[in-house]
Structure formats: structure tokens, C-alpha cells
């Protein structure tokens, strides 16, 4: 089956840096999606990206399908973005959510 | 705005005991999952449905069962409760299409002793 691997696996900020979060899979999708799980362990949808660049406040993701990889990038980050951050996708063969190992982060004030 | 909820979000059970777990999404979706998600093993599927009374097994669908009667409904059962069975589970629905969005409820933790 399709492979997700993310990267980096663990991320410390102080308040207010920005970031970059990582997605490579290793075959052709037709879904991505990008996921904040909080620390009461919901996980919220951030983004449906299977190609293309999308923003939502300090939040944007950009997805290059051809070269097999998704970034999430969080912007003037605040403590509230702490949480695991996972990328999900569904291979162009298959019928369900893939997950990554997720990223962890710890915005410090 | 996609609503799931999940019948508990904390459940204490003993070994042996049978335990239905309830999702219900109020979007009209024809796809529903049950995933359970444990420390270094990441999220895993247990069981789908993508009509009612229909269902595929996940990834790891040993222990479980599953009933969809209605299509907003879709319950999760542990016929007979372990301790390998302690996990965070998690529902989600989406639209028939592989291209729409999935959405997840809050999460039932279950701790089985």
C-alpha cells in the first residue's frame, strides 16, 4: 500500500516563529488531507489539498502531486497550535485515509 | 458545518464485558470509518461502511464487529472486552467520492481493566 512519512517528527517553537511541516507519499493520490489533533485528541480538518496551494488565516499548505509531497506551513506561530499535526491520503488505487506518523508541536511562549 | 459525535468521549470497562461504541454524523454521508489510535502505532482502521448494512474490514478488524442499520449511524462492537482493546477511537464520515473531505468525531477514549 501507499507510504506516508512526515517529517519533522517532533517540532519546539517559541511564540511567534514560523514553521514548516513536511508530507512525502510514495505513489499517486486523489485525496490529501491535512489534520490538527488537539490535546483533547480531536482531529480537526485544516486542509484538502490534493494539488495546489490554499491559505486560511496563518495557516497555508501547498501539495505538488507530481513530485509526491504536501508542506504545511503555520505562520507567527501561538501556543494554541500546539498539537499533532497528520497527513492523510488516498492513493489513486485505493478507497481509504492513509495516515502519516503525524508531527508533534510544542509552541512555547 | 459536518457534525460527528461519538456517543462517550471516556468509557471504563471490565475484561469480558461487550461494549458498543456510537458515531452519528448528520451530513447525509454514504462512507463512515472507525479508526483507533495508540501511542507509536499511529491511526488504524478497523472497520468502514459505505451504504447502509454494508461494510469492508479495515486494516486490523480481529475483535470488532460493526452494524449500520441507518445511515447516519454507524456502531462499533466489542463483543468481548480485552485489555489490548484500550485505545482511542475514532469515527469519521465522508461523502461517497475518494476526492471529498473526511471528518472526524471528538474521540471515545476506552480503557478496558
Known amino acids: 500500500g501507499i507510504q506516508v512519512e512526515q517529517s519533522p517528527p517532533d517540532l519546539i517553537l517559541q511564540e511567534g516563529a514560523n514553521s514548516t511541516l513536511r508530507c512525502n507519499f510514495s505513489?499517486?493520490?486523489?485525496?490529501l488531507q491535512w489534520f490538527h489533533q488537539n490535546p483533547w485528541g480531536q482531529l480537526i480538518n485544516l486542509f484538502y489539498i490534493p494539488s495546489g496551494t490554499k491559505q486560511n488565516g496563518r495557516l497555508s499548505a501547498t501539495t505538488v502531486a507530481t513530485e509526491r509531497y504536501s508542506l504545511l506551513y503555520i505562520s507567527s506561530s501561538q501556543t494554541t497550535d500546539s498539537g499533532v499535526y497528520f497527513c492523510a491520503v488516498v492513493s489513486a488505487a485505493g478507497n481509504k485515509l492513509t495516515f502519516g506518523g503525524g508531527t508533534r508541536v510544542l509552541v512555547k511562549p | 458545518d459536518v457534525k460527528v459525535t461519538q456517543s462517550s468521549r471516556y468509557l471504563v470497562k471490565r475484561t469480558g464485558e461487550k461494549v458498543f461504541l456510537e458515531c452519528v454524523q448528520d451530513m447525509d454521508h454514504e462512507n463512515m470509518f472507525w479508526y483507533r489510535q495508540d501511542p507509536g502505532l499511529g491511526l488504524r482502521l478497523i472497520y468502514f461502511?459505505?451504504?447502509?448494512?454494508?461494510?469492508e474490514k479495515g486494516d486490523i478488524p480481529e475483535g470488532y464487529s460493526v452494524s449500520r442499520e441507518k445511515k447516519e449511524r454507524f456502531s462499533l462492537i466489542l463483543e468481548s472486552a480485552s485489555t489490548n482493546q484500550t485505545s482511542m477511537y475514532l469515527c469519521a464520515s465522508r461523502r461517497r467520492g475518494l476526492t471529498d473531505t473526511q471528518y472526524f468525531g471528538p474521540g471515545t477514549r476506552l480503557t478496558v481493566l
Open positions: 505513489d499517486s493520490v486523489n485525496n
Open positions: 461502511s459505505y451504504d447502509v448494512k454494508m461494510k
